[in-house]
């Protein structure tokens, strides 16, 4: 029904008619595989219609599937009715696109927040920018109607988009009975900034810089995705030091983000001292980051073709050194969490996602591996140089805060570990090689499993040079929707921790 | 007569101006416990003194109820300030409100906030007062029988003859008090909004029980709230010392043990707040519904501490 071509290594590709798609997809779901990205293009200069990409992971790797869709009302069946991860990605796809989901449940808008009309399709190739002819958007009453729970006793909290801290606008509607949740509706979008429109027509180079700056707190995941993307569509190859840099790079970025939420899963339980010590380890690392590479977070460290910036012999003892400190901070903080009663009982059973609902909504990356979905592309589909490092994934069942906790525990030594072996067998070398030539038109998929989950850049190169269609892919996705299951039969004030033992991304999934 | 009165507004006068004092201490510590660098001992002052030179912004659905909420707040947490012996016994309002009108003024100054935190509309606020009037409800017994254990050792409820009987008469050591200190600080972390069953430094809205309260006020109104809970927190601190360790406040008439009074209180203020701010630093916030369970305990012990007295003590 469909041939499946090697695309590139654990990826492959293939093309089907969009009527097929459902079918497709229950196979993949009989197969344990699950969906991961849906987004779509609008392909009138290329001399077609408008196109709808599906990736799915499945035991063989990602699969990535395109169908094509009639213009002038490109519409596909829906896919959430197979896989309910796809229901947000369908309609921001219309938000943006135009691209009708038909026998989709719910169809109300997901990004659009009142920028830009009811009948308008930013993506879309005959978008007038509305900058150019200087109107507004039409006033509109931001008719959005939230879940109603009916009955005795229950009534609504709405929180934010603006919250009390300073973090990322997101609205929560909660439905509840005296403290106990009921009911969680989000409503995200608020951070759109139009990311896959200031794509198009950029540079390589430029579209790197703006590829890592998705989500900040996913950085070098980003950037070596798209830089994955970018190289594959070229078909270059990039020196082995820097592949190992790459690694390098990611680690970093793992162990700074889960000793901060560590650090503020102790603070969200009132608990000053844990937080603390870990924000002062987490400071020492980015101060490491600074003073080797340039940048607390290693901005711009990944480049297409390579790395930005070499490692010396100095910096190398110096992380070293770190990494064997830390390690045995760490342990020691850990013991001090295991042993306090009152954190203990705050962590466990709350926020619990069962394994069953989790594969069945499918629950990713570090949340998906506590609740039992073993999946990390790095152990599962190494890319080089995960090839030869040989990683030990960190799972756990209970899928509650503590289980969540506890494999952040677990990836931060695992993490740890990985950075003195690349220290240690780090290949001499060039770290950056120019790319090869554009060859045409062509595309690529970069596939990396940054600390929140697997992160996926879809890359397709106009003729030219440029970049012509640009998809970033963040596991908040899939993840925000369990976190309304995660919060059901919990108490409102246990909310902000279960949350943050998620710790999903707002910019990431906003664009 | 005319001494009282003038030690009476000394004390009210000393405690309103030393209590953010008390509150920059406990600050300190925690800051020191945590490792982490402290912000000055007068931070509370300077935060006060920010707020009184802001404009107050108000919602439009407020009623004059909300303006006038912090005021009254403040003046239940200035005559409570008033009604205990902090380094004087000689008290002139004392005969004219106990231990028990004590509980009352509390009660009356939370009433008043809780309706000015419903009176906004707000989710939040409302949220707060739910939540402030379930831990109330529950500490406000075991607070009564923390005094009644004090009382009927003295057979008084006035909080001067409390302290008279345990500090200067003969030097008895009672078991029941040792009870009902410890009833006493797990009601007074819950009404003062401190770690395990509040956290005054949190900034997650959907966790705040206090806090959830004031968020709507801003300026000279959230100054006089912020300097009430400095003054609370001072005043359930001058409770524990004429409670538990009243020894070294001056008897009545007693007037050349003022200065070493004084001092003496300055002491067991710095090393109760040390106190506290150690145990805050070691415990976590309790799940909102566990604090019922840590108020049960502290009832229970408070009747205990009663039967203990019957039972060792008459």
Redesign the interface.
Known sequence: MIQLQPFAPHIRRGRIAAEALPAFAQVVKEEGGRLVALWGSDDHHLGAGYALHVTFITALGLVWISADLEAPAPAHPDLAGVFPQAERMQRANFDLLGIQATGAVDARKWLRHKAWNEDEFPLRRDYAARAADGQPPRAEFDAYPFIRVEGDGVH????GPI???VIEPGHFRFSVVG?RVLKLEQRLGYTHQGVEKRFDGLDIATGARLAGRVSGDSHSAYAWAYCMAVEQACGGEIPARAAWLRALFLEIERIANHLGDLGYL?N??????G???FW?IKEDWLRLCEKCFGHRYLFDCIVPGGVGVDLDDACRTQLAALTLAIDAEVRELKAVYDE?A??Q??FTHTGVVKPQMAARLGLTGLAGRASAQAWDARAQFPQAPYDQLDVNMATARRGDVLARAEVRFAEVHESLRLIREILGRLPAGAIRQPLAAVPGVCEGLGWVEGWRGEVLVAVRIDATGRLDRVHPHDPSWQNWPLLEVGVLGN??????LINKSFNLSYSGQDL | MIPGILLQIIQTLVAILLAPLLLGWVNLC?AW????RAPPLTQPYRVLKKLFHKDAVIAHTASPLFRFAPYMVFACMALAAGIVPTFANDLAFSPAADAIALVGVFALARVFLALAAMDIGT?FGT?GARREMLISFLAEPALLMVFFTASLISHSTALPTIVETLAHKEFVIYPSMAFAAVAFWMVSTAENAR??VD?P???????MIHEAMI?EYSARHLALIEWAVSLKLFTYSALGIALFVPWGIAARGDFAALPLAFLALTLKMVVGGATLSLLE??????????APEFLGTAFMLAVLGMLTHFLLEV
């Open positions: 609504e909290i709405p929180v919250h009390a801290g403290e102790g969200d339980v009132a608990f000053s001292f937080f603390m010590q002062r306090h009152t954190l009982d705050r108490i409102v004030p246990d909310f902000p | 925690r416990l945590q490792g982490r989710s949220l770690i395990p956290n430094a949190t900034h997650l809205e959907l966790t968020l630093a070691t415990a976590a916030k309790v799940r909102l519904f566990r």
